[in-house]
């Protein structure tokens, strides 16, 4: 399996534009979740999913966020606008059901807001 | 709310020396992760523990589980070069309120001189 692939990897933007993250989990997870990593506070889930379906969006930081999972093997998390401290690593990953299952992640999605 | 703390946060060793992470939260859990990230890389799983008394080992490190202190260690042993990175551990839910979701601890930067 390729793994949790996310896109882009790297992406430059300047404050005010939209930014769309994208994430494929592995085949056959059931689970698909949304972290973002910085140094100042770590990492920290944003939203998760279950069968597709959101399930705790408590970590969304604000309403310029959102999140999206049309299917299986696609998510999508936007920001609009970005705003510098947007700046992250966003990593996606995801885990099959079952409570001993390892969730895996993406290698990451590293945003940069100007 | 489940809080995750990790201690130390920074760990400056000597190759061939013994040391211990601490990784203490605040609620039950039945579910304890280790993860391993190297610098601007994704985060690796290392170790899965599920039940109270759980001990897993892989090459030097070892991790185990006491789910009624509500801790769990890393143990590393003779360390190497290699063993250089940053190690998470992460707490999911208990029970049936198991949802995969994991919460982070600060993670502890490890860093092994020769």
């Known amino acids: 399996d390729a793994g949790v692939i996310q896109s882009p990897r790297h992406e430059v933007t300047e404050m005010g534009q939209e930014v769309t993250l994208r994430c494929k989990p592995i085949?056959?997870?059931?689970?698909l979740f949304w972290y973002r990593q910085t140094m100042m506070r770590g990492l920290e889930l944003l939203i998760y999913f279950n069968n597709n379906v959101p399930i705790d969006d408590s970590g969304m930081p604000e309403d310029r966020f959102s999140a999206k999972m049309p299917n299986a093997s696609f998510s999508t998390l936007k920001i609009q606008p970005s705003e510098p401290r947007d700046s992250a690593v966003y990593f996606c990953?995801?885990?099959?059901?079952?409570?001993?299952?390892?969730?895996?992640f993406g290698e990451g999605s590293w945003l940069t807001v100007v | 709310e489940l809080k995750v703390e990790q201690n130390p946060l920074f760990l400056s060793m000597q190759e061939g020396k013994n040391y211990t992470i601490y990784c203490n939260y605040s609620?039950?859990?039945?579910?304890l992760y280790w993860y391993r990230q190297d610098p601007g890389k994704s985060l690796e799983s290392l170790f899965v523990l599920l039940s109270n008394g759980a001990v897993k080992q892989e090459g030097r490190l070892m991790a185990s589980l006491d789910t009624k202190a509500r801790l769990s260690t890393l143990h590393i042993t003779a360390a190497v070069h290699d063993l250089s990175a940053t190690y998470f551990c992460a707490v999911g839910g208990y029970g049936s309120s198991n949802t995969g979701k994991l919460i982070f601890g600060q993670g502890t930067t490890l860093q092994v001189k020769p």
């Open positions: 609620t039950t859990s039945d579910r």
């Open positions: 990953a995801s885990r099959q059901q079952g409570g001993g299952n390892t969730i895996y």
């Open positions: 085949s056959g997870h059931d689970y």
